[in-house]
């Protein structure tokens, strides 16, 4: 009980400084034109919220300018194959910017609960066997290919009318 007393200003005073530093980026990305649209533009996608988007803003400013794959590729979410000859090894996701794949995992967490699209991808995965990371992981991908569609095109999110 005595130590928890003396962790508690800390938290408080790391509780303020974490404030002070999301109104400094809200402050940033309002001031940019460039990076109103794209903040617009990623939020309008159900499950990313302001720190997703302030987070591929700022860690993927190519986004929107490369192709699918490139996008993919730059998060560290595009399968690399281990073969070789008549070797046959496991596909896995290596490389690419660990800080962006783990603020979308966590985006994707959100949204395999609220957007149709995703809850409809992952439940398809793990029907069809594949593990819980394995289907999360595919639906980031899914999820980076259409965000980098809508910036590239300048459009907003529609889930598809059912």
């Known amino acids: 009980k005595e130590l928890a007393m003396t962790i508690k200003p800390v938290l408080t005073l790391f509780k303020n400084q974490i404030k ?8 940033l990305i309002e ?4 990076y109103q649209a794209k ?26 300018h490369i192709s699918s794959k490139q996008a993919s590729a730059l998060i560290g ?3 690399m194959n281990r073969e070789s000859g008549r ?3 496991h596909r896995k996701i290596q490389g690419g910017r660990p800080q962006v794949r783990t603020v979308l995992y966590m ?3 959100s949204a395999i609960q609220s957007n149709p699209v995703f809850k409809e991808t992952y439940q398809r995965l793990l029907a069809a066997g594949k593990p819980k990371k394995v289907a999360i992981i595919a639906c980031i991908r899914k999820m980076i290919v259409i965000l980098n569609s809508m910036l590239r095109d300048g459009v907003m999110w529609e889930a598809p009318k059912v």
């Open 87 to 89: 070797y046959k090894g």
């Open 20 to 27: 002070k530093i999301e109104e400094k980026i809200v402050k």
């Open 31 to 34: 001031n940019c034109p460039e």
């Open 77 to 79: 979410v595009a399968p």
């Open 39 to 64: 903040n617009m533009i990623l939020q309008s996608m159900t499950g990313i919220g302001k720190i997703a988007a302030a987070s591929i803003i700022s860690n993927l400013p190519e986004l929107g």
């Open 107 to 109: 985006a994707m967490m």
